[in-house]
């Protein structure tokens, strides 16, 4: 974005003068995806993300521009974002038309590598009720334009893609392919890449992919994001229990809820179904993967600490604009400027 706040379209620009294949152009101009390599410990993630955060800035400012790590927008639009001259974008942008056009969205994904796809189909029935917890802890795009009223509105306007959403639980890989293959027949897919599940099977890597997060407000929040997912997909495979049976009405309130109000609100759990501030999940949630963290546990209770004195992303969105009533102040306390 330019010094005014406002997106700018050199994004594949900034991606092309980038060393190696860790960056990369996405669907918008006025977007870049950094991609770290496989890694083995959070203090890995850690240090690529700085890094390349950091470099992102720097190819940034020399352009007289700014990166900023924000769900959505924060400064009112006036033009809208040009799509990256990509064939496979602009065939999207044919057929989803406004879908397309008119959102700029950023999310944070991670993969977690599993030894095959059947074992990746009982890992997204064992971890998806605890999608809304991870949506809470990393929500941060309450403005687009304007206060939205909501923590993560990214996640509302992701919601209007076809494949968007928590997955069904399956009865098997089987029922997953069918069900991709029978979206892909009715058009709602254009390829299998864009099944946009908060949690799916990668159709590039051996991976199981968690999509629910909006990008990271800093390099710490995305790497306890990581550690927990890592964490649940452990857990996953180490539980001999059945899935939760939890209905997908329920868990698309519990989102919808968990994106209205962040970490601050209340939701059903995942497991006594009882209304419970979200704060006290997320305690359950490190609790239950205490025993396969390992090492790990002290960087992911320090990290909910921090989490907790300092804010959610959306939380310090609101307090920058709180302080004069004015979006440029959000924008600045995002860029570090």
Known sequence: MGTDGLLSRYGPEIADASEGEHVEAELKTCQVEA?????RTPEEVL???????AELSEAAVRRGLRILPSGCPVMPETEQQEITPNPRYLRMADWFGA????VATCGCHVHVGIPDRETGVRIINQTRPWLPVLLTITANSPFDGADTGYASWRYQEWSRWPSAGAPPLF????EYESTVDSMLR???LMDRAMIYWDIRLSERHPTVEFRISDV???ATHATLFATLVRGLVAHALDTAAPPPQLPQTILRANLWRASREGLSGSALHPVTGEMTPVQSQLDDLVELLAPVLGEDLEFVKAGVAHLRERGTGAARQRAAYNRRGELID???ALTGK
């Open 35 to 39: 991609i770290t390599s496989v890694c």
């Open 47 to 53: 240090t690529e993300l700085t890094a390349m955060r």
């Open 99 to 102: 879908t397309v056009r008119s």
């Open 171 to 174: 009865s098997g890989l089987d």
């Open 186 to 188: 009715c058009g709602a």
């Open 216 to 218: 990271a407000v800093t």
């Open 330 to 332: 959000v924008v600045d």
